[in-house]
Every structure is written in C-alpha cells, then in structure tokens.
C-alpha cells in the first residue's frame, strides 16, 4: 500500500507524465522519466522506505505513476482507501 504523501507525490507529476506522452513518448519511457525525477528530487525522503530495499525503485515507481494516472483520469477504481481522494481528479 503507498502512503497518503506518495500517492500525492506520483499524482503532482502527472501533468508531466501526460506532456511527454502528447510529446509521443511512449508510456514506458514517460513513467521511468518521470519516476527518476521523483526520485531525484525527494528532497524530503517521502520515497526513502519505499525504494530503500527494491532492485529496481524507478520501475516500482514507474508502475504506481501509470496505476495512478488511471485512478486520477477516472479510467480505474481506487483500490485502495487512500487512493479515493484522487479518483477522477484529473481527467483526460
């Protein structure tokens, strides 16, 4: 489960993530991009625990950017309890 304060981290960086995709970056390519910027840019560790042990954290991140682009644009339920403040907030 990720935090209230990923969560919001990941959905801050989706106008990014949907600028190169219109840019014909392909989707893979955008959600590493935009995972690697996160990463570079925690300046207040919200992913440290996330990624501390994982062998690829730019492709964990990568993949809740893409599952939360899809819970923001309204395209995908929220799984989860903390992912509902964010359902349809950003559509297409």
């Known amino acids: 489960m990720w935090t209230p304060s990923e969560n919001a981290k990941v959905v ?3 106008p990014d993530f949907r600028f190169y995709i219109t840019s014909n970056v392909s989707i893979k390519e955008a959600s590493e991009k935009c995972a ?12 440290t625990k996330r990624i501390k042990n994982v062998e690829s954290p730019i492709q964990i991140i990568a ?3 893409l599952h939360m682009d899809e819970i ?5 339920l929220p799984a989860f309890e903390e992912e509902k ?7 297409y």
Do not use: H, M, P
């Open 12 to 14: 801050g960086i989706l």
């Open 36 to 47: 690697k910027d996160l990463i570079d840019n925690d300046t207040f560790s919200v992913f």
């Open 63 to 65: 993949e809740q950017i």
């Open 72 to 76: 923001a644009s309204g395209t995908r």
């Open 85 to 91: 403040n964010w359902a349809g907030c950003y559509k």
